[in-house]
């Protein structure tokens, strides 16, 4: 059974990081991109950034929103990919998912951060 | 950026009704449109990648279609359980855009 699980979510003061983590099971981790995707409270879904497998060089790329301030990397070896969110701002309040590839076939439960002083 | 419209953003419709949701992108996508359904408090899950292939379990009243720029989801004989937003998402160019979504309620 496939299996994402966000962690690492909480309350940030503005300027802030996190580091938010999304460990997965049940399918070939390493051969899979992983996206993150957020949703503020009431709002639609957002693309926040990819990273692809080491077949494909672990090329990343990012929304122009968190760009230069969110880096996605991933550890194979422990099946778990990262979102690294430095400079955070209050506009970056939201549920944070995880998904497997660029179809997004699997989500996991999300995990919430609030930038707030 | 692609930018992918929703419509309507909103609709009211009965148990048993048929309804299209359609999805228009700023430019030629290729087909590379996926569509989502999120309940209240819950992730969304994926029900047709791409454009009219529906995933494994996803009843067969959902449907998909389109090409280009315009694509169309269409839930024939809603079900309580469809009373959900949608949304599509294109997936041809970085960055992955989403449509604005669809809120489907119960009239």
């Known amino acids: 059974e496939v299996q994402l699980v966000e962690s690492g979510g909480g309350l940030v003061q503005p300027g802030g990081s996190l580091k938010l983590s999304c460990a997965a099971s049940?399918?070939?981790?390493?051969?899979?991109?992983m996206h993150w995707v957020r949703q503020a409270s009431g709002k639609g879904l957002e693309w926040v950034g990819r990273?692809?497998?080491?077949?494909?060089?672990?090329?990343?790329a990012y929304a122009a929103s968190v760009k230069d301030r969110f880096t996605i990397s991933r550890d194979d070896s422990k099946n778990t990919a990262y979102l690294q969110m430095n400079s955070l701002k209050t506009e970056d309040t939201a549920v944070y998912y995880c998904?497997?590839?660029?179809?997004?076939?699997?989500w996991g439960q999300g995990t919430l951060v609030t930038v707030s002083s | 950026d692609i930018q992918m419209i929703q419509s309507p953003s909103s609709l009211s419709a009965s148990v048993g009704d048929s309804v299209t949701i359609t999805c228009r992108a700023s430019?030629?996508?290729?087909?590379?449109l996926n569509w989502y359904q999120q309940k209240p408090g819950k992730a969304p899950r994926l029900l047709i990648s791409p454009v009219s292939n529906l995933q494994s379990e996803v009843p067969s009243r959902f449907s998909g279609s389109g090409s280009g720029t315009d694509f169309t989801l269409t839930i024939s004989s809603l079900q309580p359980e469809d009373f959900a937003t949608y949304y599509c998402q294109q997936t041809y160019n970085s960055p992955l855009t989403f449509g604005g979504g669809t809120k489907v309620e119960i009239k």
């Open positions: 990273i692809r497998s080491r077949a494909n060089s672990y090329g990343t």
């Open positions: 049940g399918f070939t981790f390493s051969g899979s991109a």
């Open positions: 430019q030629n996508i290729n087909n590379y």
């Open positions: 998904t497997r590839g660029s179809s997004s076939d699997f």
